[in-house]
């Protein structure tokens, strides 16, 4: 059987960094974010008799790193369909990978539902969550609509994303300024293991329930303002974290901090826009959907920029009709 799925990017506002366990991917603080409708990765997945082996195709190209973690996904799935039938899986991004801007979730948040699809399976949108965490732990937030919560857990059924709001709750905008499509030097998944030995961690967890509970609070009110602000300061927490690991991990380039100032002095200049980083160079600049095209005339003039992404709030993953082969 053949089935695909469209899942979108998404942009966390309040972080996850470090694990509790690494098998589960349970990680060590809930976290809160948005899916973004400019982002997103098509996967098609067969499964038949007629394949010897899986093959894994990702942008064209194949890829014996990810093709592992792939395939080690698609047993999770046979095992639950109780099938041996091997796969034949073709991905593609229309963004940039492995360069901060969150592929493995919407990458594996579309294969989980592709998969468990053509695999014959009909899981619930839980359920879908928590078997995406297990292949990308930011995959989970990718599965359901619009502004979601991760709830960290304690299991690996009680870790899992839900929706808080619906993709039409708040217009606001993330505009993604991409400075450099290198590739970072060390992934995600291997950075997660090294936050606990920053001497700032444990301050950090001890504070987060608090920032979760503010940013829910001006998400539900849409009070910008409020919500800038603590976005801002929470992606510069997290990359603190980052600098002061052992060994430490630098992910942003000279155009990110550039980019950090330029807001700043936008800001000072009457326009509302802040600023937040994934784990890479490349910016997200979130603003009012009002002042999208104010936004857009600064950023064309600057140098630095190799290519903007415009997003708005998006619906989770969900099965298309058109096949990619």
């Not at 991760?150 to 690996?156: A, L, Q, R, V, Y």
């Not at 606001?172 to 961690?201: C, E, H, R």
């Amino acid at each position: 059987m053949k089935a695909t799925a469209l899942a979108p990017s998404n942009i966390a506002f309040i972080k996850y960094w470090g694990r509790i366990d690494e098998i589960l991917r349970l990680p060590t603080n809930s976290s809160i974010s948005m899916n973004l409708s400019g982002m997103h990765t098509v996967t098609t997945v067969e499964f038949s008799v007629k394949y010897e082996r899986d093959d894994v195709e990702i942008d064209w190209q194949k890829n014996d790193r990810e093709t592992e973690r792939i395939v080690d996904h698609l047993d999770r799935i046979r095992n639950l369909a109780k099938i041996n039938d091997r796969a034949r899986v073709v991905s593609r991004n229309n963004f940039p990978s492995s360069t901060g801007l969150s592929s493995s979730a919407s990458g594996f948040a579309a294969l989980t539902v592709s998969a468990s699809k053509a695999a014959g399976l009909e899981l619930p949108e839980k359920k879908l969550s928590v078997l995406a965490r297990l292949a990308s732990g930011s995959a989970c937030r990718s599965i359901p609509d619009g502004f979601v919560e991760w709830e960290k857990g304690i299991d690996g059924e009680s870790s899992y994303a839900f929706s808080l709001y619906a993709s039409k709750w708040w217009q606001i905008a993330d505009i993604v300024v991409i400075v450099s499509q290198n590739k970072k030097d060390m992934p995600t998944t291997q950075g997660q293991k090294l936050a606990g030995t920053s001497p700032f961690f444990k301050t950090r967890l001890n504070l987060i329930n608090e920032k979760i509970k503010e940013c829910k609070s001006a998400i539900a009110e849409r009070s910008f303002l409020a919500f800038g602000n603590l976005i801002e300061k929470e992606a510069l927490e997290m990359h603190a974290i980052m600098l002061t690991s052992d060994p430490p991990l630098i992910y942003w380039q000279p155009a990110t901090l550039q980019m950090m100032k330029l807001v700043e002095k936008w800001r000072k200049e009457g326009l509302q826009v802040y600023f937040t980083v994934n784990t890479g160079q490349d910016i997200h600049l979130i603003c009012k959907k009002d002042d999208v095209e104010r936004v857009m005339v600064k950023l064309r003039s600057l140098d630095i920029v190799r290519n903007i992404i415009i997003n708005y709030p998006a619906k989770g993953t969900r099965l298309v009709k058109k096949h990619l082969f």
